[in-house]
Every structure is written in C-alpha cells, then in structure tokens.
C-alpha cells in the first residue's frame, strides 16, 4: 500500500515537472499571439478609423468657412458611409420596422424566463424545506453530505440554464441581425462561465470532498475512546488530502532558474520592444494630426480633447493587457483556463466602446 502510494506521488511530481517545462514556451506563445491580435485589431479598425475620422474634420472646418445647404448635406454623406464603412459592421441605426419586431421577441422571451425562474424559486424552496428537516434532526455526515450534493447539483443546473436563457438568445439574434456579424459577446460570454465552472470543478469541489471526509473522520475521534490506529488513520487522511490538493502547488524544484526561462524572458523583452515602438508611433502621429487640426479650425481645444479621450482609452486597453498575462507558476494547470477566459472577456468588453 505504502509503495503503491509512493509510486502515486512520484508519478504526480513527474508530471508537474514536465507541465514546467512548457511553461516558458507557452508564455511565449501567448505574447506572440495577443501581439499579433492587436497588430492586426489596428491595421483592420483603428487605422481606416484615424484616416477617416481626420479627412472628417478637415472638411468639417472647410464647411464652416462655407455654410451652405448643399455642403452640409455633402458632408452628411460623407459622415454617413464613414461611419457604417467603420462602426456599421458593429452597430446600425435600427429602423421602425426593425424595432417593432424587436420588442415583439423582447416581450416572449421575458414570459419564457420568467417561466424558468419560477421553477429556479420551487427548487430551491425544496432545498431549504429538506436543509431545515437534516438541521433539526441528529447531526449525520452522510445526511449533510446528500444535502450538500443537492445543492449543488441545483446550482450546477441554474448555471446551465443561466447560459442559454430565452432572453439572452433572442438578445444574441436580435444583434446578429442588426449588425450581420456573429454575437461574439454572447458568444465570449458563454465560453467564459464554461471556464469558470470547469474550473471550480477540478479545484474547488475536490477539495471540499476532501474536507468532507476529514470533517467526518474527525467527528469520529472528538466522540471519545479513540484507539492510536484511529489517530494514525486521521493524520494519514489529512496528509494525503493536502498532498492531493496543494501538493502540486508548491514544487520548489519546479521553480529554480533554467536556460528555457531565461530564453523566455529575452523573446518576451523583444515582443514588448516591438509592441512599444508601435504605439510610440501611433501616439506621434495623434500628436502631428492633432497640431494640424489646431491650425485649421478656431476650436482646436475640442479636436485635442477627442484625441486625447482615443489615446487614454487605447492606453488602458494596452495596460490591461500587460496587467493579464501569463504567470510563470505551478498553479497552470488549474488557473491557466481562468487567466485565458478573463483576458478573452476584458478584450471583448472593451472592444465595442473602442469601437463605436
């Protein structure tokens, strides 16, 4: 039993090691990745978005040197096919027609929901009668245990059913309709609360069994006229329990320096090197265009104002990217799926305001 026991804990300190060593390169690929992402995020959006919005302006100042009904309606156009060219993929101005339907789907899917969320308050009223009736009886580890299982298999099936409520996938289609583009926020949504609950699954929930089974154990001793084997048995329970659940945690030999790592820290040095020079030219530029708007027009405080709202927004997406990045530990395994879903939510989140 011992030996299987050894060989058990060998295996797992085997694996975590090797998980280590593809830390560097996956840290790598990751910066390589979001690197790209956010090239291409410019040259596709951003980009036609600048060169646009200024040839905008600069006509907006040579119409107001020209005020006539013919140029304004011009202009309008002109604002008009830059801005569905640009922010339209994202968002159209919705129509009667379109809004009528709309609230039509709105209203169904609210008498839907509120169908589901009846059956939510029955289930867990159910619960609570049933949690009452163990409380009051004798305590019983096993009868805790069931009522434990019933409340999160609850939980687990109002999340399910969160994911996919009537409300939030008439929301989905209304907006895929308006934009002709794919729902990526509903999307990005549903694959990140997936992440979270795997996640919790595979760390949390064995580490409250394990709890269970010593709150158990231990109930067992405190009753008195505990024989030395029954102590033996309780430390034995306690040291493979934390041994299962934070022993893969805390690996020093997995955390000594190595040539990989230091190769990891120069190729990520050269990524962010190249990510700043980017922006240090795109800022040099804001600033060019922004002093020549001054010149033209005679309120350059309100063209300076929009550009620096543009750059500070730009500049926070770009911190928080560096704020969400990978962290060299042997918490990968159970944390890494929560570090990619986060990055996924914050990007799609911030993507729309930039956006429109």
Do not use: C
């Amino acid at each position: 039993m011992v030996k299987r026991t050894e060989e058990r804990k060998t295996e797992e300190k085997k694996d975590v090691n090797e998980e280590m060593k593809d830390i560097p390169k996956t840290r790598t690929d990751s910066y390589t990745a979001v690197s790209k992402m956010w090239e291409d995020s410019y040259l596709k959006l951003y980009k036609p978005w600048l060169e646009s919005t200024g040839e905008l302006f600069e006509k907006a100042v040579e119409l107001s040197k020209d005020a006539a009904p013919g140029k304004y309606k011009e202009f309008y156009d002109e604002w008009v096919k830059a801005y569905q060219n640009n922010s339209g993929k994202f968002y159209q101005i919705p129509t009667l027609e379109s809004s009528k339907e709309t609230f039509q789907k709105l209203l169904v899917s609210a008498e839907e929901s509120n169908k589901i969320y009846r059956s939510w308050i029955t289930e867990l009223e159910e619960n609570s009668r049933a949690t009452r009736e163990v409380l009051q009886g004798e305590p019983e580890s096993a009868k805790y245990k069931e009522v434990y299982d019933m409340w999160i298999k609850s939980y687990g099936k109002i999340f399910d059913e969160l994911l996919v409520l009537p409300f939030r996938q008439n929301m989905k289609e209304i907006f895929e309709n308006l934009t002709g583009a794919p729902d990526i926020y509903s999307d990005t949504f549903e694959h990140v609360s997936k992440l979270w609950k795997e996640s919790y699954a595979r760390l949390y929930r064995p580490w409250i069994d394990s709890m269970l089974k010593l709150s158990a154990k231990s109930s067992e001793i405190s009753r008195g006229n505990a024989s030395p084997e029954a102590y033996k048995e309780f430390y034995t329970l306690w040291m493979d329990t934390y041994q299962e659940t934070y022993g893969r945690f805390f690996d020093a030999q997995s955390m000594r320096p190595s040539k990989d790592v230091l190769e990891y820290f120069v190729r990520s040095a050269n990524v962010n090197l190249s990510l700043y020079k980017s922006w240090i030219a795109t800022l040099e530029k804001l600033s060019q265009k922004t002093k020549e708007l001054s010149k033209q027009t005679a309120d350059p405080e309100a063209y300076k104002e929009f550009y620096n709202l543009w750059a500070k927004t730009y500049e926070k997406a770009f911190d928080n990217f560096f704020e969400n990045t990978p962290t060299l530990s042997p918490f990968k395994e159970m944390f890494e799926p929560l570090k990619d879903a986060t990055r996924i939510y914050a990007d799609t989140f911030t993507a729309y305001p930039r956006a429109w």
